[in-house]
C-alpha cells in the first residue's frame, strides 16, 4: 500500500532527502563507484577508473551468482555491496526503492538509456528512482507531474523532475546528432 502524496513538491522533496538520509546510516562508509564524480572529476586517473570498474564488475557478478541461490534482488545487492563496497547508480537506485516503499512512497526506478543511432548499441545510461502521486509513464518524463521528484543516490540530487532530467542531459551530455536518449522503468526490481 503506497503513501500518495497529495502534500506536492515540498513533501516529495522531502521523502527523497529522507531516503538518501537512511541509505548513508545503512552504508555510513558510502559506495565506491565509478561514477562520474568519483573517477571523473575527482582523480582523473584512468587506473583508479579501471579498478573501479572491475569493483562494479565483481559487485554485479556476486549479485547475480546470490540470486542463483535463492536470493532476491535487494538482498543480494546488499551482501554484495557489502562485500565489495563498490555500488553504483543501479545498485544506489535500487536502495532508495526500497527506503521510499518502506515509506509507502510511491516510486519507481528509470533507467536513462544512450544509445547510438546507427548501431543501437548502448553507449551510456544512468537509473534513478522518481517519486510521483500518480502512475507514471516512464517513457514520457515530460508528462510526469510537477510534483513529481528525482532522487537520485549516485549523484547526490532530490529535486523536481523535470529539473533533473534536465540536468542528466547536461551531466551525460548525449550528442542529439550521433545519439538517442529513451527512458524505461526497471521492471527487475
Not at 4 to 13: I, M, P, Q, R
Request: with cysteine.
Amino acid at each position: 500500500m503506497y503513501n500518495v502524496s497529495f502534500f506536492g513538491l515540498k513533501e516529495n522533496l522531502e521523502y527523497g532527502r529522507q531516503a538518501i538520509d537512511a541509505v548513508k546510516k545503512d552504508f555510513p562508509n558510502g559506495f565506491k563507484s565509478n561514477s562520474y564524480y568519483n573517477v571523473f572529476e575527482k582523480n582523473k586517473d584512468p587506473e583508479v577508473g579501471c579498478e573501479l570498474g572491475m569493483l562494479i564488475s565483481k559487485t554485479r557478478e556476486r549479485i547475480d551468482d546470490n540470486k542463483k541461490h535463492g536470493m532476491d534482488k535487494y538482498e543480494a545487492t546488499i551482501e554484495a555491496v557489502k562485500r565489495y563496497g563498490c555500488a553504483n547508480c543501479g545498485e544506489q537506485a535500487l536502495f532508495i526503492n526500497r527506503k521510499l516503499s518502506e515509506q509507502g512512497v510511491r516510486n519507481k526506478i528509470i533507467i536513462m538509456d544512450i544509445r547510438n543511432n546507427n548501431t543501437n548499441y548502448s553507449e551510456d545510461g544512468h537509473t534513478f528512482c522518481v517519486i510521483d502521486d500518480r502512475d507514471i509513464d516512464a517513457r514520457e518524463p515530460r508528462n510526469w507531474s510537477d510534483n513529481a521528484v528525482i532522487v537520485d543516490m549516485w549523484s547526490n540530487t532530490v529535486c523536481q523532475a523535470k529539473e533533473g532530467i534536465k540536468y542528466f542531459y547536461d551531466l551525460f551530455k548525449p550528442n542529439k546528432h550521433t545519439q538517442y536518449v529513451s527512458f524505461y522503468e526497471d521492471f527487475y526490481v
